[in-house]
């Protein structure tokens, strides 16, 4: 029920911001990027792996095709709220919110979507505008 709520929103805000703010446009800091990168080594990547890809047969899940297949054109606030809610899978809602926006810019860096000057919201009703690729 919660995914369908968010899903719709997602649509409503995607067709209203076409023009708006998307991730390729330098949306959280190196600061975050690193700072997430030490919570994912700690707390994600048992399960996801490496967030790049270093040899083709070790899925880079969290950094592939695939996963920005999955993520383009939605609202980043969709990403830090799935986080949020859900992650880590077997421990989920322990992550603060700075925590998941750190996680948030660590999975963008590793997606090769450059940082930038401002830090990410570390609010997911701040961030609906901010697609995740155009
Ligand atoms: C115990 C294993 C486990 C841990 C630890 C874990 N995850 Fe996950 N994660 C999963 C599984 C399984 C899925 C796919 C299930 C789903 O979509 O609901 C998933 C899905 C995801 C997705 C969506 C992937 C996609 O392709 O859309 C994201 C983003 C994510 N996890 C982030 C994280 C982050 C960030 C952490 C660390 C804070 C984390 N996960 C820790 C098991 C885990």
Redesign the pocket.
């Known amino acids: 029920m919660r995914r369908l709520r968010v899903a719709a929103a997602a649509l409503a805000c995607a067709t209203a911001a076409v023009a708006g703010p998307a991730a390729q446009d330098g949306v959280y800091t190196e600061e975050q990027a690193a700072r997430g990168q030490a919570?994912?080594d700690e707390?994600?990547a048992?399960?996801?792996g490496p967030i790049r890809a270093i040899v083709p047969e070790v899925a880079a899940?969290?950094g592939d095709h695939?996963?920005r297949n999955?993520?383009r054109g939605r609202p980043l606030g969709e990403?830090f709220a799935?986080?949020r809610e859900?992650?880590?899978?077997?421990a989920p809602e322990t992550?603060t919110p700075a925590q998941t926006a750190d996680?948030v810019a660590y999975?963008l860096s590793g997606n090769r979507l450059a940082a930038g000057e401002t830090p990410l919201a570390d609010d997911p009703e701040r961030l609906p505008h901010i697609l995740f690729e155009r």
């Open positions: 919570l994912y707390q994600c048992s399960c996801h899940l969290l695939t996963f999955t993520w990403l799935f986080i859900t992650m880590p899978q077997d992550l996680l999975i």
